[in-house]
């Protein structure tokens, strides 16, 4: 489940934050011993350079208009190497507060010629998935990516960047930032699909005549994975509307259809959410159903017995009274006589029963 | 159910596009062996050409604004293929890349004079329908349709052609256009009406005091097909409001009406959606009500039967006791007195359940 | 009940559209064998003129912007018929397709000085009330109304021009369009009055310690007639604020404030419609509480005299044993004894139960 | 229960108007014998003069532009009467016919200088309330006010302006149309801590072990007198923000911030509404999981009792038998036998049962 | 429980106000004792000075636009003072009433150059919190800020602001009064933190066996709770946006991003309490399983033990009977054959529960 992991987040930053001034940069993540490593790949059409760890001179030096430089910072816990990155390139106080706290709400935002674009990244894991968040800054002929964990979720794009595989080489900045998104977007539908499979399985499971005992500790857990997908779709949406309408006008025109694109899958996401969530609700009917259909048959069951034995072992007991004067007993035929009586008042008890259609 | 075919899908389309830079056409739908093939229509009030899978040449050639040329192809599992035609009548990467993923969302977008519809059909087969994803593409004078699969869904617009049937030779593309998704939309309303009349059936049978069985598998099994149904015309009839607030204006005014026309059916569509899903909620209700009610009934003649005997049992068991002292057991008229007293306590039980109303 | 009729009209209504080219007029609505009949009233302040089943060509003569015409088609099912209307007072194809549809939206649309209003007359019918789609189309000087069976739902507002009541002969066609309008209303307001009276006495019962065995089957009867009303009324709602907002200008100044009369009553309506289905909801819950209460009261019952007389009949049944050496059978005192015994444990049994709160 | 009042009069209402040409004044409320009266307050800064009853030529002088007059109607059931002030004051004959109806709805409505307020008062009485209509016209110096029953829910505002309390003497004619909407916003908020009051206590039963067995009833009760005050404040908001948005321009800008202040507290009662329907759904909840919980721990005594004794029942049965040849009885510690072998039952029952945690 | 307070305060105001003239001040909170005591501090980027209940002539003297004034009194229940110091800073007489009214709705109102904020301030006490309504004014070069009760929620202000941490002593009074909201916003979200926490412990107890009998108990509280958080964050929110979207313009432009970080924390509130709820709302589902699963199995204990020894029970009952002619009895095999008999029963009983799975 990736619920405990988010709530322990949350609660670790909202803590520790409580009356500083807002814009002093706190890191409020995990600690980590591994220093936070920078990852250059600055191109044009036909050029491309690549350098690991450079001096913040070199980086500055390489942001010109005419190249596209992506600076990727693995690792966010060194506050004094972020603060010095965020200086370089002029981030706005809030932003760098927000990409230290690893629970701020995903976002787009822009000021002068920068743009902020604040994501999730879900990466599947198994049957489950890691939240990680990722802060992209662009700005005239430069993204910097700032990643919380290292991880190899943008490897694609490094590959289709060094063997020139699509339009990216050809493109300016804003369409490098599409490409790192996009990889983030399709990471969500991956992970929603993940779900899907999980609630199929439920779904067929919820059917048998008996389900599993864990049913709705899934549910409940899949419910919770699936609000965790909508908060890291939904708020992105929204973001992303704003980009598509050309707020901010730092997205070129013909790179807009490709942030439409964007749109329409996250479009989907939520109608992917929704479509999950309202199954989940079916299945806790299904199961509530079935579980009280059980309950009648087990009921009919106890009570057809019982209904039928009950006056029979009445009529039992009645002859096995000690009273000296009781007729019956010393007929001959007395014995006979109670069982064929038994036998009628079972047999009409049966028909009735059957009538009634409850065997 | 369609449910099942729809899920895999979606997998197939996520998985293998994951890492791809957006724009590159894969075909992530089902592998089919035969070619795709091309039916072109070129056709003006007054004359009318029909070709089999002519060159792309004869095609470029057709394609004049002073005649209408529907380019009808069958299957898009050949990527190249389609490439060459997509390039032929410069469609947008993104659009082809969007008409080979059979999950793409339901949308209609425009880039310069060029529309791109794409819609989902859904055809009626026995009590379930099947869906396909169909890409319009209009240009001046021409409509590219994209059928995921060989069908005869567009048979009676060719007849209205070539038989001058209705107004369809004397007016352009885009009321070609309107005509090909009139009929998509017309196949929802013949499946919604399936879905009502089989939601009609299963009303009729949760009042029965018996329900079937499989109530709620059927209940689940209408709903999903409803969100079939729903997310086929949900974001269509956004799509086709914004054609009829007149975006993109590539749509002649005196065709506005028509399109219009499309909208009023999918708000009908969405309204039958939307009261289909109560009734279905309705059903469900219904049968815990009818389920809790048998319970009740049963467990009411249970009570009856249980509470009138038990204590009748325990007086003749009092009476078969061994003691040596129990002087009633002696007295001539003890059995008669004992039948007199289990008289009045079963006549005084029953007087009591039936003025509670119990049976 | 009101939904079989529904739902067997929008079936007709489907099946035999499809493929068709729209603008193509079929009436898809019940057969009938009486011809269509027409009548006039042409009026203006001082002079009124009535005739039935007048040529078109005096039709059309009578229609000129200084009298207000108001011409009455009973009946639809004659397509050739309607069709020289349609021609004489240049309908839009697309208009005609939907007067002779019985299952069409509510709507109204303009195009040049034409205004098309479509509409449901709810008329009450009993307890029930029958549905029938009305047509109005308005022009400079006339009012056309298309009804689908013969009926008399707007006598009152012939008599109200015969009689000159109120300020209708001094007014204009947009004055006569709202008086027809009104009427159609003012009978959703008295069916909505039918159901809310059967929601009340179902609220009453539903409170009865035993309800009605049908409660169910009313509750999902009723919601389904609010259904009818509210699919009636919804559509409605919006066109009605479309014309008060000015769109299309057809209406004079002077006559919005009638209109807007209008959407306050249909404001009203879906208040009450909303708060029709909520009150159903809680009969629901409220039958269902009183289910499981009247289980807990029937198991309540069972439960203490089972736990009663169960262990009672255990210890006559132990002192019924034939052991030879019970030493208890031969005390004189043994009987007496175990008649204590069983007081002991009835009496503490009950004492719990009492405490307990169950009887 | 204000209900059966609510509903009995929009019967009356519907009934009686269906068919009447609308802006024909009718009075469809309850009949009265008394006559209205008339109470007129004309006053400026400095002057003051009062008149009961005054001629209609007396209330024309009084209005100018120079003092404010405030001329309050009690009793709208002489049509007559009304039709004379409504013509003296040019008010809109739709206008007349809303305020004879005594359910029309709340609005704000305005043409030429004139502005029309229909609201509704609810007068607490006891731990119900009554519902009553009033109209208010503002004019320039002027504001008529018609009330539907005699009633002094405005004493307080004569009060404020004989004693020159405030600053109502120093403003003009829409402050004082602020007070009297003001003292009616002030009466909602009164209703809603009453039923507050009573949902608190209706809480706190229903965590009780036994609730009241009528909680359901004061539910639907509480939901409907709820539903009254939605119905009553619902549409006012829209009204009051149409003017705190300054539409129709009639309210001097010094005084709307005292209609925000209104909107203000009619938000605030929309939450509170909102809130109080939440409540009630989580009392429902809670009464249904205690009754379900209740019925739990009765069918678990039950099982107890019986699953421990009908084994140790069957045993004795056994032994009560009367073959000829059952050697267990003739031995001497047959009898101690089957004691012990019961006990060993009865107490592996009770530690299964324990061990499950039934007891 | 925080709802018991709340609900004794609304009740106190409401009551009260009833017919007093708007505008009026009336203290509606609790009563206090102690003198309502005044703190300034008054700063520029190079001086700063401090008093405790400077003479009013003293603050009107520091309010100048070149110095930021920050004035906070402590205590409103002294309505003369609170005149007093409105009167010398000219606050609207509705801000006055609303701050004196500790039940007002959260709101932020400009008008001249005056800005009014009502805020609610949630203090975590315990695993509860405590509610008080603050109220913030703004104008050039002043912020005075009025505290219901004597708390020191704003001491990490003064701290910065006296040892010149971050910006805030470089910044103008806007600068100030986000400072103030911003620690108050940090506020809600250690409160959130809280109850997510609760709500954890409560969702990990309803998937035990046996949830802890106050289970709905705690779910009420905590809904509550959550209703408490969302009222004050609700209002906060649209107020909190309306001054981000520049409406006022009484907030510097380069202080914006700021609000609009505020605003993103309000954002993420209301997303926590939405989630809250429904993972009460699934608490509430899985508890309700939960003990519909536990009477399932109550009842399939009871139905085996009942439904395998009833027949048992009446065949030994059988054989118990005193007839002289029962040849059964007297043979020597008799009763070994009786004993096979019952175990076939019994075996062929128990083997049709194991089929079914009930046990």
Redesign the interface.
Known sequence: MARPRR?RR??AA??S????????PVYTGEARDTPVSVHMLDYTGDALTEASDPTLERLAACVRPDTVTWIDLDGVHQVDRIQEVAATFTL?P?WVEDLLNPS??P?A?W?DDRLFVLIRVLSPKGEDFEVEQIALVMGPGFVLSFQERPGDVWE?VRT?IRER????RDRGADYLL??LM??VV??Y??VL?GI??RV?TL?DSA?Q??AASDL??QV?AL??DL?VVR?AVW?LREAVSALVAGEGSLVEARTV??F??IA?HL??LV?GVD?GR??LL?I?????????????E??????V???V??????I???????????P?????W??PA?LGLMAVVAGSMLAFFRRN??F
Chains 1, 2, 3, 4, 5 share one sequence.
């Open positions: 709530t949350k609660k909202g803590v934050k409580r009356g500083l001034p807002p814009g002093v706005h809030l701020s709400r976002k935002e000021l694609p289709r595989l699509g339009r990216i599409h490409a996009d990889v399709d990471g539908l991956a699909q899907e499979t199929d779904e059917l005549p008996r709705l500790e409940t419910k919770s609000a908060s708020p259809p490709y439409r694109d329409d479009a989907m109608d479509s309202e199954r079916t806790v009917d299904l199961h509530l159903a079935q579980t009280s259909h059980q309950l009648n087990v009921m009919r069951v106890l009570t017995v019982s209904t034995f009950i006056p029979l072992s009445f039992v007991g009645l002859y096995g009274m000690n009273f000296d004067h009781m019956e007993l010393h007929y001959n007395g014995y109670v259609g409850w």
